[in-house]
């Protein structure tokens, strides 16, 4: 064989590659290894590089990435404190019970004596309730002048309709008849310095609780034996009737 003869079958052969590349070339643009492979075995062109990079988000110089005009973040607002726990409320003091009524004496009253201009020779005794509770008059007072032995009667019609009840601060009253207004119904005539009085219980007939000792007139009080007393008056006008 001539040695034009091999060249002749070199070219011929190297022709036959060159088809062949461009066969292989012309499946690869038709998309059947697209498929067989995926995208992901496509080595990526020069031009897709450049459009990936320039879609990529830019970084500061502080490292914050995005578009430099994006709002900072808004600063957090103040909370109000919270109260503290385990602190006790305070208890608003229940009202004190009222006290269970009972009867005026000496020891829930205050009581004064004064003399009368009207009627002449009468004494007006005043009983103000000092307790917290209601308190009752019962009867009449029982009263003593200086040493005396007794109490001097009462005037029946002096009576009332009710029992005088006081509410704490109230005053009840009574006159005491201290002698004859003419001077010719009594007899053993005396004066005296100091008053005691006594209060009744329901029934009216037994001294209950302490007595008073309401101060008379420095001159004292004239009495003699017509002394006697009215029963307690729920208003004054009523006491000094008698």
Request: proline share 10%; hydrophobic share 35%.
């Amino acid at each position: 064989m001539s040695v034009r003869t091999s060249r002749t079958r070199l070219v011929s052969a190297a022709a036959s590659v060159v088809v062949a590349a461009f066969s292989l070339t012309a499946c690869n643009d038709s998309g059947v290894i697209d498929t067989a492979t995926g995208p992901s075995l496509r080595a990526a062109t020069p031009a897709a590089a450049s459009a990936s990079t320039s879609m990529a988000p830019s970084a500061d110089a502080g490292g914050t990435t995005g578009s430099a005009s994006q709002e900072p973040a808004a600063a957090p607002r103040p909370t109000a404190p919270k109260p503290a726990t385990g602190t006790p409320t305070p208890k608003t003091p229940a009202a004190p019970a009222a006290a269970e009524p009972a009867t005026c004496e000496g020891s829930n009253t205050a009581t004064t004596a004064a003399p009368l201009n009207r009627p002449v020779n009468h004494l007006l005794l005043t009983v103000t309730n000092t307790g917290s509770g209601t308190c009752y008059l019962y009867g009449y007072p029982a009263v003593r002048f200086g040493e005396a032995q007794s109490v001097p009667p009462v005037i029946t019609d002096s009576k009332p309709q009710a029992v005088v009840t006081l509410q704490p601060g109230e005053s009840g009253y009574a006159s005491v008849n201290l002698s004859s207004t003419d001077g010719t119904d009594g007899s053993n005539g005396h004066t005296v310095n100091s008053l005691t009085v006594y209060f009744h219980g329901p029934s009216g007939n037994e001294s209950v609780g302490t007595g008073a000792h309401p101060s008379l007139p420095a001159e004292g009080a004239y009495v003699d034996d017509s002394l006697k007393v009215g029963y307690w008056q729920q208003s004054l006008d009523d006491a000094v009737s008698w």
